[in-house]
């Protein structure tokens, strides 16, 4: 309704700036005022959206530049977190050699146990603290999500819409995300860094059976999690489970839709689409690769299998 009322504001906007010969008398009716003043219903309808729309806009400034710098302090605080669990894992290594050496003098070692203690609980109790402080910061992100203008509310006034997140939006809307695995954890001993090396080296070496359940056990600890999403989409794409990889790509792009991987999901999202048979939104999703990343060698993939389209 607001959209059709924007439009035919504007339309009969331009019909009164065609028949009005000259400005109206002592600046009445002009819209482009501090304080606009002898307007007609229309010029004020017109002079409340352009208010609307200011307004929206500087919300989103302010809002995308809060939200960045939240993610900014969570990606810093997850480094300090596993620095933490790395220092704590290696002092307890050291209390155990020590323990268990011989050749140490009995107070010596004593002491130095005691020392290594110490440090360990206060290492723990650091990195409690600061996964408290991780957990606040991520629910301060989710309230600057639920309070950010929508972009259905934003095209309402702009007509600007991006057109990769519309597709993503509506073609992909119909299938679920994938949960994370609720197996039991055989990856305890490996801080979430170290795993995610030994998750690629099997990515790698084509080594999906053990691939596939490490990044998974990532997306449980919510370590970069839409990395690990299109990692999963891309071995299921390379073994042809189109609807899966289909899937895992959609909650990768929701997570994080300016990832520098961002072409190769669009161009994969699109094979899998024209393989299960939707080939009317393939062709869109292939056109939307090529408007937003035209540089890319994914936009030249995209460009030969639309003409085969």
């Given at each position: 309704?607001?959209?059709?009322?924007?439009?035919?504001?504007?339309?009969?906007?331009?019909?009164?700036?065609?028949?009005?010969?000259?400005?109206?008398?002592?600046?009445a009716?002009n819209?482009?005022?501090d304080?606009?003043?002898?307007?007609?219903?229309?010029?004020k309808?017109?002079?409340e959206?352009?208010?609307?729309?200011?307004?929206?806009?500087?919300?989103n400034?302010?809002?995308?530049?809060?939200?960045?710098?939240?993610?900014?302090?969570?990606?810093?605080l997850?480094?300090?977190?596993?620095?933490?669990?790395?220092?704590?894992?290696?002092?307890?290594?050291?209390?155990?050699?020590?323990?268990?050496?011989?050749?140490?003098?009995?107070?010596?070692?004593?002491?130095?146990?005691?020392a290594?203690?110490?440090?360990?609980?206060a290492?723990?109790?650091?990195?409690?603290?600061?996964?408290?402080l991780?957990?606040?910061?991520?629910?301060?992100?989710?309230?600057?999500?639920?309070?950010?203008?929508?972009?259905?509310?934003?095209?309402?006034?702009?007509?600007?819409?991006?057109?990769?997140?519309?597709?993503?939006?509506?073609?992909?809307?119909?299938?679920?995300?994938?949960?994370?695995?609720?197996?039991?954890?055989?990856?305890?001993?490996?801080?979430?860094?170290?795993?995610?090396?030994k998750?690629?080296?099997?990515y790698?070496?084509?080594?999906?059976?053990?691939?596939?359940?490490?990044?998974?056990e990532?997306?449980?600890?919510?370590?970069?999690?839409?990395?690990?999403?299109?990692?999963?989409?891309?071995?299921?794409?390379y073994?042809?489970?189109?609807?899966?990889?289909?899937?895992y790509?959609?909650?990768s792009?929701?997570?994080?839709d300016?990832?520098?991987?961002?072409?190769?999901?669009?161009?994969?999202?699109?094979?899998c689409?024209?393989?299960?048979?939707?080939?009317?939104?393939?062709?869109?999703?292939?056109?939307?690769?090529?408007?937003?990343?035209?540089?890319?060698?994914?936009?030249?993939?995209?460009?030969?299998?639309?003409?085969?389209?």
């Amino acid at each position: 309704m607001r959209a059709v009322l924007f439009f035919s504001a504007a339309v009969l906007c331009g019909i009164t700036a065609l028949q009005a010969a000259e400005p109206s008398a002592f600046g009445a009716g002009n819209l482009d005022a501090d304080k606009p003043y002898g307007l007609t219903e229309t010029e004020k309808s017109i002079y409340e959206n352009k208010k609307a729309l200011k307004a929206l806009r500087m919300r989103n400034r302010e809002n995308g530049a809060q939200l960045q710098s939240l993610r900014e302090r969570i990606d810093g605080l997850q480094t300090i977190v596993e620095g933490l669990n790395e220092k704590a894992q290696q002092n307890r290594r050291t209390l155990s050699e020590i323990k268990q050496g011989a050749d140490a003098k009995a107070q010596e070692r004593d002491e130095k146990i005691a020392a290594l203690e110490a440090a360990v609980k206060a290492d723990e109790a650091n990195v409690a603290a600061l996964k408290t402080l991780l957990e606040t910061v991520a629910e301060q992100v989710d309230t600057m999500r639920a309070d950010y203008v929508s972009k259905e509310e934003y095209n309402v006034l702009v007509r600007d819409l991006n057109a990769f997140k519309r597709e993503m939006a509506g073609v992909l809307k119909h299938v679920k995300a994938p949960a994370a695995s609720k197996a039991a954890d055989p990856y305890a001993k490996y801080a979430s860094k170290t795993l995610a090396v030994k998750a690629k080296q099997n990515y790698d070496r084509l080594f999906f059976k053990k691939a596939i359940p490490m990044y998974e056990e990532l997306i449980r600890r919510n370590y970069k999690p839409a990395y690990a999403h299109f990692m999963i989409g891309e071995m299921w794409h390379y073994r042809k489970q189109w609807t899966k990889a289909l899937s895992y790509y959609k909650a990768s792009a929701k997570l994080y839709d300016k990832a520098p991987y961002m072409p190769k999901l669009m161009l994969h999202s699109a094979e899998c689409m024209m393989h299960t048979g939707d080939k009317a939104h393939a062709r869109r999703f292939l056109q939307a690769l090529r408007s937003k990343y035209p540089s890319s060698p994914e936009a030249r993939e995209a460009k030969k299998l639309l003409a085969n389209l």
